[in-house]
């Protein structure tokens, strides 16, 4: 009695869908289908061959038809020889072991799933010693850096390499599924929405509201004026009057290109949090249509090389592309990209750039230096600086404009008028808040602790949390050049004497130890900034999650205001105490003994939170009064009303041991 046979596992051959891998994919059908035919102990050859074509399908059949010499019907082997010849061309060894050198392993590829096609590859390579190049590859072109510097230094065979890899998998899913049980999510997250503008110069300009693109500019006045959430402050806000503004929207003129960055980002407590970015159009600087403004970049250097990036304070990751990458590997040759876990969106579409990992480096301005972590986005679409970052390196600061009531009357000041002064830190200040206004000479006199030197917040020290895993850690000391050394010891003096620097006491561990980076001032060659090299420190140190308010909400609060004030606490950071357990991990190499930090400094990973949080909560509970970092807003309704908020903040700030930067 006959058996009826299950072709349905097996599937039919497809000779159109792939060409490139055409060859690779028959191997593999022919394969299972030899598999078959053992499992079910079909011999007869002439059933194999009917079988042979019947199972892969009518697309073969049909080619197979036109064959000649295609043998008997009982003939098998021949009939198997016939479609190799078809479907195994003639390689070019010589290509396919380039193709073979090229394979990297891709975001949320297994390292099994990495290894399966560099053993397809290998076997068309024709390798004398497939498992060694296989090994060789796999450790170069692997994602992990813990697998490559595993198997360098253990000299592990490929089977121990794919184990210990296969370990780290494991325990960084079940690490990640621990935490979304145990809550360590955050339930909401902070979403900033992007533009695109149209490639053609002659298409309608495009904001983010409810308008329809074939709208006239005649229905909205601001068409060829850039727009500030601003733009009604001090006078009631009429939806009728005016477009939606949309949370982080950019506006821009007819036939500019802005680039702009959308991030949603979970609030993970691991490193590697998933950060949803959508890009869109690149800046192309020298096809902007005469009557519309460039695309503004910002130079800064990263690690030892120049880059130009986007400022954008919409985004909270920064975002190299892979040119400005490649230039600064060219100074860096031992720089390596970690594996990341955030996904980059090119705007309204649903895959995923590819991002080709994560490195955490410095990064200096004209201002100040900061070190921090950039994801690397394969091609030239150009990169992004996110907001922390850019307020950290002092490129972005608040610039709020002004209503000033003048007798009975209110007069606007349009920020699109004078968006020139962007940059300039007097003129986002009203005269009457001038460092040199009554009021301040007022406040001068009555608190004048609040005007001198660099602070110290009464009653509370910052805790640097190191993780459980953390490692020991001494960076090899780097030399400070000669032409550097005498500025560099008055600048660590100065800081010494301001009660910011200390040398390690005697007997004292030192289990970390990083290096100094000293560079000098672009204006004043004489003087230097220093900041700590903390690389290697910041992945040990775990980060606190604290929210840090946008623009969107300060200019939510402030709605009906028209009187504004900035104050800027000196030297922010180094107004918070590190507690003592924390100071040892900020010990680092001057050319002459050890020092460390007695305050927090800039580099660590967690500061601009926790420097946040403790200025927010020392400023609780008083009205028309925020900070966001270091810049401290006030506002109100009338003139009266701003000069109390005013002297309420001077109080507390006096009462707290906290001082402002007279010259701002």
Known sequence: MATALDLSGLGNFDPHSDPTTLSVRWKEWLRRYERFLVAMDIKDDTRKRALLLYAAGNEVEKFFATLSEVGEEKDYKKAVEKLNEYFLPKKNVLLETHKFRQLKQITEETIDQYCT??????IICEFSNSENEIKIQLVEGCLSSRVRRKAIQDDLSLANILAYARSLEITDKAVKTLEEDCG??????SAVNAIHNQQDKSSQYHERTNRQPHQ???????RNRYSYPLKNAGRENSREQQPNVVKGTIFQKKGENIQAINCTEKQLNSSDEDSYVFVVTPPVENEVSPNSRAVKTIPVIIERAHVKMIVDTGATTNILDSRAFNEIKKKNPSLHLQPSTHKIYAYMQSQPLPVLGKFEGLIESKHRMAVTTFHVVNGDGGSL???STATELDIVKMNVHAVVTQSSSTSYTDPREDHKQFGNENAEIPKNHQPDSPI?????????????GIGKLKGHEVHLHLKDNAKPIVQKPRKIPFHLRKQTENKLKEL????????????TPTPFVSNLVVAPKPNNPAEVRVCIDMRHMNPMIERERHVIPNIEELFEDMAGATMFSKVDLTAG?????LDEESRSLTTFHPHKGLMRYKRLCFGVNSAPEQFQYAIQQTLQGLEGVRNIADDIIVWGKSQKEH???LEALMKRLSENNLTLNVSK
């Open 117 to 122: 096609r560099l053993r397809q590859q290998a």
């Open 184 to 189: 360590h999510l955050a339930p909401s997250l």
């Open 216 to 222: 006239s500019a005649t229905q909205y006045p601001t």
């Open 385 to 387: 600086l996110s907001y």
């Open 440 to 452: 301040m000479s007022k406040f001068k006199k009555e608190y004048p602790a609040v005007f001198n």
């Open 496 to 507: 010494e004497e301001s009660d910011i620097i200390e040398f390690v006491p005697s007997g």
């Open 573 to 577: 950071f180094h107004q918070l105490l």
């Open 643 to 645: 000069d109390t908020h």
